[in-house]
Structures are given as structure tokens and as C-alpha cells.
């Protein structure tokens, strides 16, 4: 059997060794050995297909580039994107700020005539402080009172050209006169240097219920009256003349962004800050 395979090779070999003698004298219609055109036939398809692996190894490292340009296109116009909307729910918040401010300011023809707005850059909520500035440079007095569209937020305690420097009602040396929507009992709201504040000095026999209302009543000689300035969380009795009060500021002073300076207000002759 092996020596029957390999006689059938051997006979093939000779017939193809044959049949190339047999090219080299046979002249193709080209005047050239038929031989070379049987070259030329095998060789050709495999330049064809080498020249098309080229274009396509060439077209495919173009698209691939193409390809990570699109995506980091893509990618930045995500970022754009997502920068956009950030910016867009920005301006939502300001203007239903803006709208809020309005409101409270056209409530009051005072208010309104002088106000200026500002716009929260800084805040330090543990030492009471926030930085403000306003769109055009501006020179506010000392102890100008500040409000937000939900109240009272503090006063200026520093002004230069466009920035302004408050001092939150929240700080530790903060006090602000304060009343009841009725005007029927007044106290003293005081900073602590953190989120609650104490309201020192209402009578033990005055009727102060947890949630009650306390508006700015003018007596500290800074601020104007009627501003929501707390809203009342606890109310305990004690051994000393006066209820022990604690309220929350009614303006959130940690959200807080667009602020109104009451630039025009006068404080009562003499008044200065506590």
C-alpha cells in the first residue's frame, strides 16, 4: 500500500516537471513561455488580494482613528452637556430666587426702592460668616441688613466695591430684637455658632407655642421690622423670670444663594450693632 502511494507521487511530480518543460517551449500569444502566464494567473490573485489587505488594514486604521476622535468628541459634548445643565438649573434656582426677593422686596415700597441683590460666593456656617457680591460695585454702610426671600439672614459688617462680608444671625455674637406676629411678646433671638437659636427674655407668663412666627420688631435700632427672622422648636419653663426659648432661622442658611441688601434702610439714631 505505502509503496503504491508513493509510486502515485512520484508519477505526479514527473507529470508536472513534464508539464512545465513543456510551457518553457511553448510560446503564449504574448511571444513569452506559456510558462510565465501560469505564473502571472497564480501570482496575480495573490498580489490582488495582498493589494486589498493593504487598503483594508489602511482603511481600517483610518476608521479606528475616526472612530476615537467620534468618541472623544462624544465625551466632551457629554461634559458640555452635563455643564449645560448644571448651568441651566442654576439659573432656575436663581430666578425662582430672584422671583422670591422681588416678591418680598415689592411687599414693602422702602425695600424696594433700595434694595440691591447679591449673589452667596463663600459661606462658614461654623464661624457665621458669608460673602456676597453684588453685580456692580457698591459702598454699604456697616450693620446693612441683609434678607433672603424666606428672611432674615444678617447684617454687612464689611464692604468693598462688589464683595460684602455678613455676619449670619446664627454667629455667637449675634442678637436680633424679635416679636410675634402680634407684636403681644418680644425677646432677643441669639446666635449660638451653630444651627439653633436661643431667644432670651420673653416672661414666663407669655403664650409662646412651638412654631410660633418671631418677626424682626425694630428695637435693636438695625433692623426693620416685620422680617421673619425664627421660627420657635422648643419652649421650656424654668426657675428664672423668662421662658427658655429656642428657635430655627427661617431662611436656610445653608442652601441659601441670592440674598438682598437693604442698602438704603436708615438704623434708628445711635443704633449699632450688638
Do not use: K
Request: with cysteine; aromatic share 4%.
Amino acid at each position: 500500500m505505502e509503496v503504491a502511494r508513493t509510486t502515485t507521487v512520484r508519477t505526479v511530480l514527473v507529470w508536472i516537471l513534464l508539464e512545465l518543460v513543456a510551457a518553457l517551449q511553448v510560446p503564449s500569444t504574448t511571444g513569452s513561455p506559456l510558462v510565465f502566464s501560469w505564473i502571472r494567473t497564480v501570482i496575480e490573485p495573490v498580489v490582488f488580494a495582498a493589494e486589498v489587505a493593504v487598503d483594508f488594514g489602511v482603511n481600517l486604521g483610518l476608521g479606528v482613528r475616526g472612530l476615537q476622535s467620534v468618541m472623544v468628541d462624544n465625551r466632551q459634548m457629554r461634559v458640555e452637556l452635563e455643564e449645560l445643565r448644571a448651568r441651566e438649573m442654576l439659573l432656575r434656582a436663581d430666578l425662582e430666587a430672584l422671583r422670591g426677593i422681588g416678591a418680598f422686596a415689592g411687599a414693602d415700597a422702602e425695600f424696594e426702592a433700595g434694595a440691591l441683590v447679591g449673589r452667596c460666593t463663600y459661606r462658614d456656617l461654623v464661624a457665621g460668616t458669608m460673602e456676597i457680591r453684588s453685580a456692580h460695585p457698591t459702598t454699604l454702610r456697616r450693620d446693612t441688613p441683609v434678607v433672603s426671600a424666606d428672611g432674615l439672614v444678617g447684617r454687612v459688617i464689611r464692604s468693598e466695591g462688589r464683595r460684602h462680608w455678613l455676619q449670619l444671625l446664627t454667629h455667637a455674637a449675634a442678637a436680633v430684637a424679635v416679636q410675634t406676629e402680634d407684636a403681644v411678646v418680644q425677646g432677643l433671638a441669639l446666635g449660638t455658632g451653630g444651627d439653633v437659636l436661643t431667644v432670651a427674655y420673653i416672661p414666663r407668663q407669655a403664650v409662646v407655642e412651638r412654631g410660633a412666627l418671631l418677626v424682626t420688631s425694630g428695637g435693636d435700632g438695625i433692623y426693620p421690622p416685620g422680617i421673619p427672622t425664627v421660627r420657635v422648636t422648643r419652649v421650656r419653663e424654668s426657675e428664672d423670670p423668662f421662658l427658655e426659648v429656642t428657635a430655627l432661622a427661617t431662611a436656610d442658611l445653608r442652601a441659601i444663594h441670592m440674598v438682598l441688601l437693604l442698602g438704603t434702610w436708615a438704623p434708628a439714631e445711635g443704633g449699632s450693632a450688638p
